[in-house]
């Protein structure tokens, strides 16, 4: 196991975004640890001002989308602006354009935020679903994210898993009964990832928290 | 590789004489006795490569309950891994508390037995993957069960759910109960084993199978862990998704590592 070594300075102001869902404590401490400062917030203002933003998320694609509706706009004007956009789990799904989970009848649609075009799917194999615990990255292509981390154990709990459009969003991929994507990111790279918790997979998140802050840092 | 089975060392936490949290280790749910600061504790065995912790609190106190809260605070700063915590949370309060404090996941025992929807309340609010329902079975040998196995003697067996420690029987079918608790939500499941609890002589691997086979949500086999060996066993013929152990990692018998080496070597999958 690789020992990570927190920066003994601050390297980038990082906004967390509160929607009213999940425990923000966590991914708190972890950012802190990998050297942000960390401000949680559901003002877009401060979007603007911040090096990155972190887009966390426990919970269910319709109910996250309609809590986060309201910063829509703040969030893709800020992909948009080439911007560090970090989904995590449920944040991430949501940076995809739709989700099976979401589709009830009579509840009306529900869209994504479509950064990264594709869509979120139940695992359908023969397995306990949700998917929970450790399983293994194997990196597909290069993006600064994921840097350090091939081989490595990250920590998941889901049950549905994005399917991008786009091949190419594919950072990463885990495997249980099927390759399905660990991580994704959109062609420009500034958005994207991973539907594990980093917060919560020991030195090898802490390692991609630590990526994602240097990132930030460098933009 | 694919998803592991999990190593888990679960920490019970008790308060010593003057009011600060401290580790007991206990057999068959007594007899406890001193191994440690629970957040030194719990740092040791994160850099020993533990998967999660469980962290229990035995005290079933209003002071048990804010020492218990404190440590895992204490934990959560330093150990980047799930935490599930346990003991006396009976209300939808409870489970809020608990998550704020730091905690992944709770687990819940007698608060659900005597209300079960405590577990759709629980599962609506903050989602099913952070309630954890807590099954402490025991062997009987009547036939007031609902499903009959063998016991590793060839005896039929039944499991009965316990309450208050393993303290109280309910005649309620662990393996329905089980089922339920599915039903209504669970995401995971912790069985533990008043028989074996605390023996070192293997988990109850009838009871586990028992489970596993019952439902589809992931199982953490809990009482009875004495080496590696009998983790082995428990997930391949079980087919568990966890196993926990207190004291062979608490009295140093086994370290985390060595217990993953061992399996490794024998294909099961685990972090290293």
């Known amino acids: 196991m690789s020992t990570f070594e927190p920066p003994a300075e601050t390297l980038a102001d990082v906004v967390l975004v509160d929607y009213g869902l999940g425990n923000l404590r966590s ?12 401000e949680i917030t559901d003002d877009p203002e401060a979007f603007a001002a911040a090096d990155g933003v972190v887009l966390p998320g426990v919970g269910a694609f319709r109910e996250g989308m309609e809590n986060a509706g309201p910063l829509r706009e703040a969030l893709t004007d800020h992909a948009a602006a080439g911007r560090p956009l970090f989904g995590i789990c449920l944040g991430m799904q949501m940076l995809l354009t739709s ?121 | ?43 040791k065995y994160n850099a020993a490569g533990a998967d999660e912790f469980v962290f229990l609190d035995i005290t079933a106190s209003a002071e048990g309950r804010e020492t218990m809260l404190d440590v895992v605070n204490a934990v959560a700063d330093e150990c980047f891994i799930p935490l599930t915590v346990g003991g006396g949370i009976r209300t939808k309060a409870d489970i809020k508390e608990t998550l704020r404090a730091g905690a ?53 067996v039944w499991f009965e759910c316990t309450k208050k420690g393993g303290r109280e029987g309910t005649g309620i079918d662990a393996v ?9 939500g669970a995401g995971e499941l912790f069985v533990n084993s008043i028989d074996m609890d605390g023996t070192k002589d293997g988990y109850d691997v009838p009871l586990m199978k028992a489970v596993c086979d019952a439902v589809s949500t992931p ?54």
Request: with cysteine; hydrophobic share 35%; aromatic share 8%.
């Open chain 2, 176 to 184: 329905s109960w089980a089922k339920e608790a599915e039903e209504r």
């Open chain 2, 104 to 156: 992944d996941k709770v687990s819940i025992t007698t608060g659900a037995l005597e209300r079960p929807e405590l577990i759709e309340e629980g599962a609506a609010a903050f989602g099913s993957q952070c309630i954890v329902i807590s099954v402490d079975a025991r062997r009987r040998h009547d036939d007031a069960g609902e499903h009959f196995y063998r016991d590793a003697d060839g005896e039929e």
């Open chain 1, 99 to 219: 989700s099976e989970e979401a589709d009830h009848e009579g509840e009306g649609e529900v869209t994504g935020l479509d950064l990264v075009p594709g869509t979120n799917v139940r695992f359908d194999v023969d397995r306990k679903v949700p998917h929970m615990g450790w399983n293994e990255l194997s990196v597909e292509r290069e993006h600064p994210i994921v840097e350090g981390v091939h081989g490595e154990y990250a920590y998941f709990v889901h049950s549905y898993y994005a399917e991008p459009d786009d091949p190419d969003a594919v950072v990463a991929t885990a495997d249980y009964g099927i390759d399905f994507p660990a991580v994704v990111a959109n062609e420009a790279g500034n958005v994207f990832g991973t539907q594990f918790h980093p917060e919560k997979s020991g030195e090898t998140g802490l390692r991609i928290l630590r990526n994602f802050v240097e990132y930030c840092a460098e933009r």
């Open chain 2, 219 to 272: 199982v953490i086999a809990s009482s009875g862990c004495g080496g590696p060996e009998d983790m082995y066993e428990v997930f391949t013929e079980a087919n568990a998704d966890a196993g926990l152990a207190a004291s062979i990692f608490h009295f140093g018998d086994y370290s985390i590592e060595e217990t993953k080496e061992y399996l490794d070597e024998r294909g099961v999958p685990v972090r290293l």
């Open chain 2, 1 to 43: 590789m694919g998803l592991t089975k999990r190593i888990i060392p679960c920490i019970d936490v008790d308060l010593d004489d003057d009011g600060d949290a401290a580790v007991y280790t206990g057999v068959n749910f007594e007899n406890l006795e001193y191994t440690g600061d629970p957040v030194e504790l719990a740092k």
């Open chain 1, 27 to 38: 991914a708190t401490r972890g950012l802190e640890r990998a050297g942000a400062s960390v």
